[in-house]
């Protein structure tokens, strides 16, 4: 049931649903055999052919494992995946041809989907079978992040190895694309022939439907993706309900669902355990997606647990043609190594924007609960251990085009029992991440709230239970800061830090201060008035 509370801040959107005939075409009628020997690829293609050109239907999967290649639904048809059934995906590089596609927000070269759709109409893949992507053929990975018994066996595959030894490449041609800058981003004047030196470089997402409408994705397992599991691009009225989405925690790229650029969807009742973002929210890359101009807009996810994914639900880093009107709700991410995560950088661009998020259950965050981060660096948000990260350098630079906004978010109700951190806000000197509510919190965390260069911030009811408390609350060039009914450790060493000299009306209500040892320390230019105990 659609919360009230999201009705009264903005009419939830209406995702039309796909309907079907009841015609059924089995594809062992298309002389497809279900030894896991035999490809298959001709005899479901044909199978969606006949079903399409009959006025559409269902093509069945029956029991059995189905190898195959490349699939390609067309419009009007269910692909319908029984129970016992395993659409198994070759592990034959040769069968996926070259084709121009899209790889995080711009047009690139990449390897045939294992499944597509390019401006299809009503479409669907549904039943409660599996489908393998056969991703760990494809997918490069370090030897930091297996065990001693998978990187023998990883060995013993055959491959590459890097030069220090410590990365495992499938291919030559796998490796061969490592030392290409942006491997596969078509530039003016370029061709396919251009990128079949590192062709196994570019690895495809499981599913990519194009330009698609009306289109169901309900009950299936997808797993084991060589990139991302799930990409619908450019589609209208999605819906995505009770699947499921697996990867192994260290797939490269291993992404559980990208929407982007996609108007009115819904995902729901899903779970997502995948090596990167499990729920994320795209909608293009830097010019490119500023020149598309194409949203994520009016869309509904709720009801889905996260797992073990680098985000639960994310938006960006491309974000360039901006996001909308998201309602995000009864959610829970566990062992996540961030919880809400909305992340950009400069030459973005883009304007994400009322987004709505309520009753979010988290537990055993690695990073941080809550994170808006105007800095993303391209890198796992948790480092690996020994790994060194430097701060940003941050200076104030011209807004432009690419400029991009986080502004207008609503976040109430959530509880988050385990992380590092548990708020941090870091947008540009330039342009402030600004007018966010957060309301009805309780956060277990080893640190508190870090917020920089951030302006019209509200935060309501937040209990929060942290291991250190010096501070633990930290203010960087912030304005209009507001923590109303603030409950934190009893003893804390300090409650407000507060630096730089652009920090002001930092206020604190209905907040008992006497708990903490010392109230407000300023440094870097700050003044103590700069924050008000109400």
């Known amino acids: 049931m659609i919360i009230a509370e999201f009705t009264m801040a903005q009419t939830m959107p209406v995702i039309r649903s796909t309907q079907f005939k009841k015609d059924t075409f089995n594809i062992k009628k298309f002389d497809a055999v279900a030894d896991g020997i035999t490809l298959n690829t001709k005899a479901i293609n044909n199978a969606i052919a006949a079903c399409n050109k009959n006025g559409g239907g269902v093509v069945l999967v029956p029991g059995g494992m189905w190898l195959t290649g490349p699939i390609v639904l067309k419009s009007n048809v269910n692909l319908h995946i029984n129970r016992d059934a395993v659409l198994q995906f070759t592990s034959d590089f040769d069968q996926y041809p070259l084709v121009q596609g899209n790889w995080e927000g711009q047009s690139a070269y990449r390897n045939q989907s294992p499944l597509s759709a390019d401006h299809a109409e009503n479409i669907a893949i549904t039943g409660s079978g599996i489908i393998d992507g056969f991703g760990d053929v494809w997918r490069a990975v370090k030897k930091e992040k297996l065990n001693e018994t998978q990187w023998k066996n990883k060995l013993a595959l055959g491959g590459i190895l890097s030069e220090d030894k410590k990365t495992w ?160 709700s009864d959610c829970s991410f566990i062992g996540t190594d961030v919880g809400l995560r909305f992340k950009t950088n400069r030459g973005r661009g883009g304007i994400v924007e009322k987004i709505y998020v309520n009753n979010i259950v988290m537990k055993d965050i690695l990073g941080e609960a809550i994170l808006l981060d105007m800095y993303y660096m391209a890198k796992d948000p948790v480092p690996m251990a020994g790994e060194k990260r430097e701060s940003p350098k941050v200076e104030m ?94 003893a804390a060493e300090l409650l407000v830090n507060v630096k730089g000299e652009r920090s002001s009306l930092i206020k604190l209500k209905n907040t008992d201060s006497s708990k903490a040892k010392n109230k407000v320390k300023a440094e870097l230019g700050a003044k103590e008035n700069a924050v008000v105990i109400e």
């Open 169 to 328: 490449y499938p291919s030559q041609k796998s490796f061969a694309g490592v030392s290409v800058k942006n491997a596969g981003v078509i530039k003016p004047g370029m061709t396919i022939k251009d990128v079949e030196a590192y062709k196994d470089f570019l690895r495809p997402n499981l599913l990519v439907f194009s330009s698609c409408k009306r289109v169901l994705l309900e009950g299936v397992t997808f797993q084991n993706s060589p990139a991302w599991c799930l990409h619908p691009l450019m589609c209208e009225d999605l819906t995505v309900r009770n699947i499921s989405a697996k990867n192994p925690w260290y797939a490269q790229n291993g992404d559980g669902i990208d929407v982007e650029s996609c108007k009115n969807f819904i995902i729901e009742n899903s779970t997502f355990d995948v090596g990167d973002d499990g729920i994320c929210i795209k909608s293009g890359r830097d010019e490119e997606g500023r020149k598309r101009g194409m949203p994520t807009e009016n869309g509904i996810i709720r009801n889905n647990i996260v797992y073990h994914a680098h985000g639960g639900f994310v938006i960006g880093s491309e974000m360039s043609g901006g996001a909308r009107n998201l309602f995000v």
């Open 397 to 490: 630079l011209p807004v432009t085009e690419a400029t991009p906004q986080f502004r207008d978010f609503h976040v109430k109700n959530i509880v988050c029992y385990g992380a590092e951190k548990g708020i941090f806000i870091r947008g540009l000197p330039e342009m402030n991440i600004k007018n966010i509510e957060l309301e009805n919190l309780v956060i277990r965390s080893k640190k508190g709230v870090e917020c920089e260069e951030a302006s019209n911030i509200s935060i309501k009811n937040l209990r929060l239970l942290v291991a250190e408390t010096d501070p633990v609350i930290n203010i960087l060039n912030s304005n209009n800061i507001t923590f109303d009914k603030l409950l934190f450790n009893d």
